[in-house]
């Protein structure tokens, strides 16, 4: 049995995924800001951690993953969007902070979920208000890349609150076609149980392929554009 520790374990897609993850065998510690947030992740079978990542520095999220001994980390926290400074130190420099304190101590494995079309050319301009979460995004996803960690880029399209179908399609090229939060969920616990991701970027909508054999057939690319 593994540890999975879950950053951002509050977000739509977190509390999606702990269940899965829970009833494949796993244990897992969601981490969470908000300590009114606690009885939701324990509803999901996972232990619940209040710590705020943002305000901890390298050091003190090193101490926080040697005292879990997590096997794996999953990040899936986010500012939320419509504060610019916010963005950068959760997006970027917290997620950062996670990657180099799992390259000292572990946890080894670390799945990203990002989104479909990250990338440092992402060509969004300056006075668009998506400008600067797409740059905090590409960054981390960057640092991510070039770390020794065991990493994974999760990337969907426009998310949904549909129904999971179990069926995505890796693509770089969206159009219209969204993915449910659901099915990014089954995602993360694809590519977890599943080391042929490792390395690789997933940029993918809901399609017509079964999850693990989607993530298992995606080209070897580590962009998600």
Known sequence: ????????????????????????????TSIVRNPDHVG???????????????????????????????DALVWSAGAGGGDPERTIAVDRDAAIRTMDAASAVGPERYVM?????ASLDHGVPEDNDFHTYAQAKAEADEHLRGTS???????PTA???????????ITTKPGDA??????VARVIAAVL?????????????DGDAPIPEAVAQAPASDRLA
């Open 159 to 169: 998310l949904s609150l549909d129904e999971p179908s179990g069926s995505i399609e």
């Open 178 to 183: 969204k993915a449910s939060r659901a099915n």
């Open 149 to 155: 960690l065991k990493w994974t880029l999760v990337g």
């Open 40 to 70: 939701d992740v324990e509803a999901t079978g996972a232990t619940a951690l209040v710590a705020d990542i943002s305000a901890l520095s390298t050091e003190e999220i090193k101490e926080l993953f040697t005292e879990q001994g997590f």
């Open 113 to 117: 979920v990002s989104y479909l079309g």
């Open 1 to 28: 049995m593994a540890h999975v520790g879950i950053v951002g374990g509050h977000g739509k897609i977190a509390l999606l995924t702990a269940p899965l993850l829970v009833e494949a065998g796993q244990e897992v």
């Open 193 to 205: 149980a599943d080391d042929s991701t490792i390395g690789k970027a997933l940029p993918f909508t």
